[in-house]
């Protein structure tokens, strides 16, 4: 538990910015499950990549709002599309 007056505003500060950028992060992540599940049953290719666009803007839209790194956003891109290509190319 905090000591100092300044540690328990930087806790109050800390628990209002986890509760605002929880639901971003679980929205990318989701999305991101989503895109995976749909190119592994084989799901048509428009499907699959409406699944995939959606989760690369919801990486993009965390990563604007400072709730993920952006190197963070861009190798989870990375590695989504490299599933994506072995999949469909």
Known sequence: MANTKSAKKAMRASARRRMRNQPIRTRAKSAIKRAISALGQGA????ASSAVVAAI???DRAASKGVIHPNNAARRKSR??????????
Not at 44 to 47: I, L, N, W
Not at 80 to 89: C, I
């Open 80 to 89: 989504l599309m490299a599933k994506v290509n072995a999949a469909l190319g």
């Open 44 to 47: 048509s290719s428009e499907a």
């Open 57 to 59: 803007s919801a990486l």
